[in-house]
């Protein structure tokens, strides 16, 4: 529907409402919605994460689309046998040599089976070829300042030892360095010991990260149908050996798709050796093609600053820890999810544009959102979230503080400055809002009662057993922890005063609609992402208010005979034509 049939149907709703949008102003004053609180789920995390991949896939698609001219094949005569461009035929042996080394380059010559930290003989094409070994590496003083490590592969073909594969990759990962020291601010221990930064770490923005998990793959398909290299994506094509136009060794590489970012640890002064698992295993040629373009898409998000790197361990989770049907069932309901949000969102900005009267609504709680939100804001930018989540938190906080100006009166007090220094700022209730405000008040004496002593104790606990890195960020989280966790008792003044009034009418269950149904699919995502307990009780909560909402729709059915602020009744409407409706409206 376009917005001009939106902008009716809400004048049209201040007359009547089939459904339920008639009430006495004076005997019954009209309940208007809240909104519900604005969190961020796991679940719109995941929902981003598959729209952005969905995106860079597009972009490097269209960039891309430019058809390249055929893999060049010898010319030779009918008679001549097919050569496949992969150089490397099924059922050759093949010896893998792997050496580790501070160096970025390593000699071929400098290869031997006796020097090598790990070798391992195998055929192609033997896909139970899959191999590990388990080593200790002494660190130099120079490695734990921010050294290097590289570990070097070679893989040498028995029949013909000058058509050598290889690959060099940097065994420490150099990122911004994380705070993760944290400690209970009563006793100043830590839990994970004595993890103190040295003095050099700290002047430095990146480091280097290690990760026990060294994984190399072999791209193996020397089938007809095998995808050429120079078919495929760019990023994907560097990891090929071309010998020539055609010829191609395939692509030996070290595999991280699987290490998560989280998983890696700094090497610091304290770490005087680590120990490698080094591992052997083919890979398809789609499972490769699949893997590569998932990290480039990683990438590209995170150099456009859409994406925070560790971000990525959210999918990689889902698709290595969910069943494959209900990954591909969560996929559709997250196109639906995104569909409802557009249409929640609309609706609720073209509600509270057309809202004229504030009779029925809770201000405190409009207040309070803003609130929460200023906190969940403080709170993601404590946790170092993306730049994309935070401008949503952003916005978000913007169109609360919009509704504050659609239901109250605010002003700048430049008289009065706060500190001498900033204008105050003044929210002063509309006299319309005198016959609701004393339930208002009401309602969140009583959610104080239960409020204010779950978050102490809250507090208290976290104080006690949690560790934190610092004051500020403890007083963060446990502002941000009672809005996720406790938050859905701010929705409940708007039902206390429904339940004073014995009034739903004039509720937009449109938007209610879909933003139910949104809340539904996220308790879908909180089945499928791993996450705490508590953060994921936290995802029902919206579904027990919405229920409350049910009932007392059912409990308190509209009065057809009552007349509204206009004067007309649901009688009056079945009985005149619109013409007259609008002339009464007018009188």
Known sequence: ASMADDDTAAVDAAAVDAEGDLADEQQQPQQQPQPQQQGFTWGGMLRQLVWQMLFVFAIRSLLTSVSQPPAHRPAGDGNQAYQPPNLFHEGMMLSLHVHLSK?????????????ADWAFDFAYGDWDAVASHDLIVNLTNDQQNNGTLYV??????????????????????????RN?????????????????????????????????NVTLALYTDSSKSALHPRDMAPHAKRKFQMQDDYFYLPALFVNTFWNYVADYQPVNSTVSNITLTLSFAPISMWKFQLQQQMEESFRMQVEWGTSAERESDVAKQIIAD???YLLGLTMVVSLLHTVFDILAFKNDIAFWRNRKSTVG??????????????????????????????ISSAVGLLI????????????????????GLFPRLRIKNREDHQSTEKYDAMAFKYMSWVMFPLLAAYAVYSLVY???????????????????????????PAVFINYKLKSVAHLPW?????????????????????????????????????????????????????????GVSGQDLQAADPSAVADKKEQ
């Not at 400690?183 to 003095?199: H, Q, V």
Request: charged letters at 20%; aromatic letters at 14%.
């Open 466 to 492: 949690e560790e934190h890195k610092g004051v500020y960020s403890f007083i963060v989280s446990i502002l941000a922890g009672g809005v996720y966790t406790f938050g859905f008792i701010l929705m409940f």
């Open 400 to 419: 609360e503080g919009w509704k504050v100006t659609k239901v109250s009166d605010v002003e700048v007090d430049r008289e009065n400055k706060l500190l």
């Open 322 to 324: 969910t069943n494959p």
């Open 510 to 566: 449109r938007m209610l609609t879909y933003k139910a149904l949104n809340t539904f699919i996220d308790d879908l995502f909180a089945f499928i992402i791993k996450m705490p307990t508590m953060h994921r009780l936290a995802h029902f909560r919206d579904d027990v208010v919405f229920l409350i909402y049910m009932y007392q729709r059912w409990q308190y059915p509209v009065d057809h005979s009552r007349t509204n602020e206009f």
């Open 180 to 212: 993760t020291k944290r400690r209970n601010l009563l006793s100043g221990e830590s839990s994970s010991g004595d993890s103190e930064l040295a003095p050099s770490m700290e002047e430095k923005t990146v480091w280097a990260h290690w990760h026990g």
């Open 152 to 177: 070097h592969a070679f893989l040498w073909p028995w029949e013909n030892p000058e058509l050598v594969a290889s690959t060099s990759h940097s065994v420490f990962k150099y990122m911004p360095l």
């Open 361 to 390: 609504v809770s201000i405190r709680t409009i207040l309070s959102s803003m609130v929460c939100q200023v906190i969940i804001l403080l709170y993601l930018l404590d946790q170092d979230t993306s730049w994309m989540i935070i």
């Open 103 to 115: 160096d970025a380059h390593f000699p071929a010559t400098n290869v031997t089976a006796e020097a």
